[in-house]
């Protein structure tokens, strides 16, 4: 599965990552934020097709780390929380990048990224580098001084530890069990870039994973699998993938053992995601630094410990636009190119699309009868502008799965057309058995 070369053998061409950012742009997924003021660099805003999609992306991976399991459970922890947790996390001594100057063009890089020459101007002429610490600071209150001091989290991870406890206790809980988290998170990055590959505002998908000490290393390998598949799950084909072991020196602070599910973006290998066994870290540091006892207490044998933890932490944001990537494809379909988004059913924004044949208003009351049906189980859109053909191909483009089109015989024959997006297969189907034959294709 771990590929030796560093170099992916199927990376997509630059074309096809500015066929995604042009696409975005266009139909309403990603906007430059407050672009009518010129924008702020590397900060984006989610339009509505993005915003749909987005969510589809955070739900899918809910499902399957939450809904469909009995041994893990939610929170939704605070953005802004007590700066101490900052510190006994470690972010606030360790959780920065080096940082140069370029001494001639004044730009700022990330000294482990570039090799010695600023990659703008060229000059060699580089201050030292020096640690920047990547959480954003601000001010609770008032007053701008030292003990109203507060960041915005760099990860959602923290809210799981302090409130082991208390999940523990409410949720009467017992190792292995996980608490999962998506949010939004915050980090001064010094080379944002790559569109919304790294942002500074950005939403991570996370959950920790508490077990008994021994059992880590079990429970590590176990979820690399499990989130190594899900990716293909949700329909990014293997070749596409990798899961990339972190050598010794690449280790975080916190950690024992890190894999990398890895995609294979325009630009090389790029992380979708870390798998971490972080030990007792974490809860021992909260331990320490406030001065409560944070542990596990079984009752039945009496024993008492504190537990590793395993964390799969994901980037939702980041993960959206290598779905984009992988679903984006041409062909050509009757003569004619079309764009086509083969998205998984469940991450397109739009599940179905209503398309009345005429604006007529008999034939619109019985497509907005179909839609009202539709609606129910599944996100629709509904468009009756222009001709049928650029009707599809608009969907298409958007990755819609499935299209129904109602025509002046449905008004005859009570039946609608249903038109797949992959195949373009078109069959006929009575209107009373169309939410039954979208959930076959779609899931309920
Ligand atoms: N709690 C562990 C943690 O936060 P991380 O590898 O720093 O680990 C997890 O972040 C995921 O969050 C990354 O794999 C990536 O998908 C996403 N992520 C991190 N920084 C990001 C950024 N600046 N922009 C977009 N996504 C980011």
Known sequence: MSLETTEPEHAFSGDRFDAIVNLCKRRGFVFPS?????????????????????RNVKEAWWRSMVQQR?????????????????????HLATFTDPLVD??????????????????????????????????????????????????LRPETAQGMFVNFANVLTTMRKKPPFGIAQIGRSFRNEITPGNFVFRTREFEQMEMEFFVPPPDAPR??????????SWYQRYGISPELLRLRVHDAEELSHYSAATSDVEFAFPWGW??????????????NAHARHSGVRIEYFDQASGERYVPYVIEPAAGATRTMMAFLLAAYDEDEVGGDRRVVLRLHPRL???????LPLSKKEHLSGLAREVLAMCRERYMCDFDDTQSIGRRYRRQDEIGTPLCVTVDFDSLEDQAVTLRER???????????????????????
């Open 422 to 444: 992959d195949s373009t297969q078109q069959i006929r189907i009575p209107i009373s058995a169309l939410v039954e034959e979208l959930t076959r294709r779609i899931g309920a």
């Open 102 to 151: 370029c001494r001639n063009c004044k730009e700022r890089w990330r000294a482990d990224q570039i090799e010695g020459v600023c990659p703008n101007c060229g000059s060699a002429d580089l201050t030292e580098a020096r640690p920047f610490n990547l959480m954003f600071k601000t001010f609770v209150g008032p007053l701008e001084e030292d003990a109203s001091v507060a960041y």
């Open 34 to 54: 407050a672009e009518i003021y010129g924008g702020i660099r590397s900060t984006y805003d989610y339009g509505p097709l993005g915003a749909l999609m987005l």
């Open 70 to 90: 009995d041994d893990v459970v939610p929170l939704d922890a605070a953005i802004l929380t007590n700066p101490k947790v900052w510190e006994a996390s470690g």
């Open 219 to 228: 429970w590590h390998e176990y979820w690399c699998q499990e989130r190594f």
């Open 348 to 354: 397109a924004p739009y599940q179905v699309a209503i």
């Open 270 to 283: 790029g992380e979708l995601e870390g798998i971490a066994n972080r030990t007792d870290f974490d809860l």
